[in-house]
């Protein structure tokens, strides 16, 4: 069957691509080997989610009394329960998806897809002709020689999606989002949590000032965070597992009952025709234009398999644009440098643009204006009063990072990410009026606090 356009990959980059597509009236197909809607909906972004909001709830209960409500009798937390209702929220997610494909006319075919010739795609051992094919095949966590998965002691992020009870210990090791969120929710469920990061600080890509706050948080749940800690072996014993590491103490043996490895993702290029097509790649991923293009006529790459950052967010914003410049719309290029990221902890941390130390290496003047939520009514209401909101603004007072800890501060995020797209000014956050009381109103506060004109500190 001759398509316009033929998606390789459904997550969030490649069914955007599709639907997008299908809105401007191309013949669109999807090619998915598994579940439509890819990593981010089956077993990374949703399911994590709705397992941190059980933990979340868990707590809560733990500290009613904070509240001054009385719990008769003992709080549980039962996982089994916990990861089946995240698994019925992944699966409704996913039934949404097929149903915006067939509302859009996209014919979704089942099976792993590999290009075979120009313009042509393999799958299931049927061929389909397409005049422009995206590649948005994903990518899958990496394992390390050192720390073989087996998905029994030593997890990837999906094992530790659906383990139907809880270890009395755990080690993380790596402490991005996706390490950082796992350690959270089996600490807060009271899991014996150790967290291992290589870099000299938790959650090393966040600010420096967040990622001190996050290791107090950790450790007000008794979790463990070693930093500037090397991995040298992942042993499993019997019934545990021995990690030895080498860190401030020289080489220690540390044991739990399973270990998580969170260090990071590989591209899913193998086998999908890359190099019989003369697709270039360089350091594991596609190389591409400012449009998607690659280094072949008529296909196109988008996601985690392309040197950008890896976040859904950004393969659904770089969908829209490579199908807009298929079409012929002249879209603008994506801006990498107003990004927004999230990590959904509790505390939660939320930023976008510069921090301090890369405006610093970068030689950029600039003014911080920092709000702690001690300060802030809604907070202190809400029970949520660790973190703060922190503006850095340029010599021109235009916005050019925002860094957040807090809670629901992700939900905060678009008004920064925003006001940086568009060069909006300290003076310009600061007038304007913010609803009170609400968490927001932090980010007012701290653009006056950069201005020198706070009236709350």
């Known amino acids: 069957m001759q398509y316009d356009i033929l998606v390789i990959g459904s997550g969030p ?10 809105q401007l009236g191309k013949k669109v197909a999807l090619v998915e080997k598994a579940e439509a809607g890819g990593v981010c909906l089956n077993w990374g972004c949703i399911p ?3 397992l941190l909001k059980s933990a979340q709830v868990y707590r809560h209960c733990l500290e009613a009394a904070q509240y001054g409500l009385q719990l008769e009798g003992t ?39 590999r290009i075979v010739a120009p313009h042509t795609v393999e799958v299931e051992g049927v061929q389909y002709e397409a005049e422009h094919i ?27 999606l659906l383990l139907d009870k809880l270890p009395t210990s755990m080690i993380v090791v790596g402490s991005g989002a996706i390490g950082s969120e796992l350690a959270w929710f089996y600490a807060a469920l009271g899991v014996k949590v150790t ?33 500037a800690t090397t991995v040298k072996a992942v042993r499993v014993v019997e019934e545990h597992c021995e990690v030895e590491i080498e860190g401030k103490k020289g080489v220690e043996t540390l044991t739990a009952d399973v270990v998580l490895s969170a260090v990071g993702i590989a591209a899913n290029i193998e086998g999908i025709g890359l190099e019989e097509a003369g697709v ?34 950004v393969a659904s914003a770089e969908a829209i644009c490579c199908v807009e410049a298929i079409c012929g719309l002249n879209p ?17 941390v939320a930023s976008v643009g510069l921090t301090e130390q890369q405006a610093q290496e970068k030689g950029i003047a600039y003014k911080a204006g920092r709000f702690p939520f001690t300060a802030s009514g809604k907070a202190t209401a809400a029970g949520e009063r660790d973190g703060f909101v922190k503006l850095l603004f ?41 609803a009170h009381p609400s968490m927001n109103e932090a980010m007012m506060e701290a653009a006056e606090a950069a201005l020198g004109c706070a009236v709350h500190l």
Do not use: W
């Open 48 to 50: 994590t989610k709705a």
């Open 280 to 313: 270039k790649t360089e350091r594991g991923k596609v190389v591409v234009d400012d449009y998607y293009r690659t280094s072949v006529e008529g296909i196109y790459a988008i996601g985690d398999i392309i040197p950008t950052p890896a976040l859904a967010h």
């Open 13 to 22: 980059g490649g069914y955007v691509a599709a639907i997008r597509a299908a």
């Open 75 to 113: 709080v549980t937390p039962d996982l089994a329960a916990i990861v089946k209702r995240s698994r019925t929220v992944a699966e409704t997610m996913s039934k949404g998806i097929q149903f915006l494909l067939k509302k859009n006319a996209i014919d979704l075919i089942q099976g792993f897809g």
């Open 195 to 227: 967290i291992v990061e290589y870099l000299p600080r938790l959650m090393p890509l966040e600010d420096e000032e967040v990622s001190k706050t996050m290791e107090r948080a950790f450790r007000k749940l008794r979790a463990t965070v070693l930093t």
């Open 332 to 348: 603008a290029k994506i801006d990498y440098s107003t990004i927004p990221s999230c990590i959904f902890t509790s505390p939660e």
């Open 134 to 160: 995206i590649l948005a095949t994903g990518a899958r966590p990496r394992e390390m020689a050192f720390m073989p998965i087996d998905g029994e002691r030593i997890l990837s992020s999906k094992e530790a």
């Open 394 to 434: 340029d010599e021109q007072e235009r916005l050019i990072g925002a860094h957040m800890v807090g809670g629901s501060v992700t939900e905060m995020l678009c008004e920064p990410t925003l006001a940086k797209q568009l060069g909006v000014t300290a003076h310009q956050i600061a007038r304007t009026i913010h």
